[in-house]
């Protein structure tokens, strides 16, 4: 454990013998019992880039650590004088103490966190998509981005404070990172909550979180383009919100949020998946073979319906202007939960869903067919 005159509490319970040391958990500063037995030693690597003990096991990790460090800091572009390559330092590194690494190491982990749980992937897609949701779904994904920058600001200080960072110097940093960020109330708290009880945490006192990519539920599927084994090889990404799909070079080729598809069906004996996407102001049909056709088909529908229910208010039905190709008469075609209802100017028709066998589009014309009989719009 390394000494801090901040850290008046845990000194204290050090000096009566106490095995008991402070913990940030919960938004709350408690105190736990050690659960090292006395004829057991539990040996940290940032004891070692501390210089706090030694031994040849610590030794040994110190230059692997080291290394490590002036690699981190190569990358970040930040002059690491204070680090040797050829003799492992007895004492803690000035490199902990500069800053710019500090905010270098957060930018880069936020770039890397957005880009795992597809924050920057098809940025113009993501603004458009946006500006068409509701108010909750919008709030729904700013909280997302404050929880990221959140989780990433938070662990950044439990790093700091293993390094032995200066309190006011960790508080100056994370506080003009967060005010940079713009993180909403909500998350900035917890945040300001943990810098007012950094004066009494040391070592690894702070719990890190885990990264919101370990929690993404995503499911890939082998594709290949077309009907049968003889189109493109490609990988089929099922997330909570879009289907996904790369190439074999994990490049992202296509990307389809669920609001956008329109209709889906599988055919277990062709073993193919056709999406039907809403594209513009034209339906777009997607075909893909796969050997593990009911499965993918089950797990979209599973992801579709639980995207569905994170909305509030739901957006069923809608109209739209049509003109009879018999007739030539204009009127309006208005979709409910009960069927579709044809109103024109001296006649209204409504097609409940029992007598609806398909509807599909070709080239602008929208075919409705019934049961008894084929009505061309």
Known sequence: MKSDSASSAVAAASDEGSTSYMRYRN????RVDSDIGDDEERIFLFEGLLGIFKNNFLMQLEEAALETALNLSNLAGTTATAISSTTAPKERSKLWDKMQFWEDVFLDAVAMERDAVGMDQGPIDMIERYRALNPSEKKRLVDEEDRLLSTMLYNLISFMVMMNVECKEIMRKVRRLLGKSHVGLAYSSEINMLLDNLRSLQGVAIDLKPCGSRHIRKQSFVVHAGTDTNGDVLFMEVCDDAIILRTGFGTICERWWYEKLINMTFCPKTKV??????????????????KKCRELYHCVKEAMEKAAARHNVPDLGGEFPVQDLKTGECGLLQVTLDGINLKFVNSQVFLGLKTIRKCNNVDGIFLLEEYSKLINY
Request: with cysteine.
């Open 27 to 30: 938004r709350k500063l408690i």
């Open 273 to 290: 998946l056709c999406l039907w996407q809403r594209k513009g102001h034209e339906t777009q049909l997607n075909k893909f073979y796969t």
